[in-house]
């Protein structure tokens, strides 16, 4: 288990042995993908219900109203976030989504005179980065195939309600007991039924060593595409990167990025993306057949590979699995990918036997 530095706790590190809400015992500290943000301390626990012991999650935040003293523009955009975040899991529960961690209760407590705030959903044992370590051997194809045909159908059921996860990652898949995979963690979406979160006014909400090329180059690209293709093109993107993760084990938006001069990387490049396109383009056409050629049975191998290559094509608007309109721009159809996938670990499961 990850050790907290004790000079770095803050009230939301303290919630262990503390019954919350009359029901919930918080018990363990679990660990997290990464540490605080500039602005809030996040902290995850195991969580048991009084009287029916059963297991649930719990996500914790307090807004080191210490540091931010006085910042009341910062403060209220950190509780829009949080509140956001539970909206959208509210909407997704109201809408009876199979494939999207459940909430099942929310509130303030008071730890140390500083409130903090908390989302309560299911507990998952384990996510896809542990369960299925990416890139690790032995573990068979199809196996992973199922999985991500579980994590698309998530995004599926995300976009049929107006949602874009726009964090998707190995670790915001987390595997249940029964065989089951759902879509977790909806603190960077966004809901085009309800009120825009800060984090709408980004690029890019999510882990950046997996994001869209374009929304590293651009930080005024989102001002004229449509929302619908802005955040659902990005959804379709971490999907063919999670599948590339998931086979390979690196982020294919990392691994790309090498693959293009120094002064092309978003670090130091300063003009349009549609400058830096043909080179993420060759590079793209170099990269993704034989990193998944090298990992893949040799009976899915092309699949795989072109699967990936559409859902991360560099061009948004040539993105996907669906149809040109007449626009000559593709629509994106995500229910495609889950078809192929799952083609994929039929075939797969059927040569490995």
Known sequence: MKTVDVLQLGPADKLAGRLLNDRWMVADRLMRDSGDDEG??????????AGTGRLAFIKAYDFKHDELAGNTERLERLLSEFNNEKRVHEHCKTRKLSR??????????????????????????????????????GVPAWERLVALRQTASALVQLHGVGVAHQDVK??????????????????????????????????????LSYAPYELLYEKSLTSNIPWQRRR??????????????????GSLTALMLH???????????TGAYSEVMPDLLAAHALLIDPAINAVA???????????????????????????????????????????MLDYLALKAKRDER
Not at 232 to 249: K, R
């Open 100 to 137: 999207v961690t459940q909430i099942f209760d929310h509130g303030v407590v008071m730890v140390e005179g500083e409130p903090v705030h908390f989302i309560v959903c299911e507990f998952a044992d384990k996510s896809l980065r542990n369960y299925h370590p990416p890139g690790q051997e």
């Open 232 to 249: 659902y093109g990005c959804d379709v993107f971490l999907l063919g990167n999670l599948i590339f993760t998931s086979f390979v084990g």
């Open 259 to 269: 693959c293009v001069a120094d002064e092309l990387r978003p670090s130091g490049f």
């Open 170 to 207: 190995p670790s915001n898949a987390v595997y249940f007991e029964d065989g089951r995979i759902k879509i977790t963690d909806l603190g960077s979406s966004s809901c085009i039924h309800l009120p825009a979160p800060p984090h709408d006014e980004e690029p890019y909400a999510g882990q």
């Open 40 to 49: 809030s301390r996040c902290a995850c626990y195991r969580a048991v219900a």
């Open 297 to 339: 049975p040799a009976s899915i191998a092309s699949h795989l590979a072109s699967l990936v290559s559409s859902l991360c094509h560099p061009d948004p608007l040539q993105r996907g699995l669906g149809r040109l309109n007449s626009k000559g721009e593709r629509a994106y159809e995500m229910h495609r990918a889950v078809s």
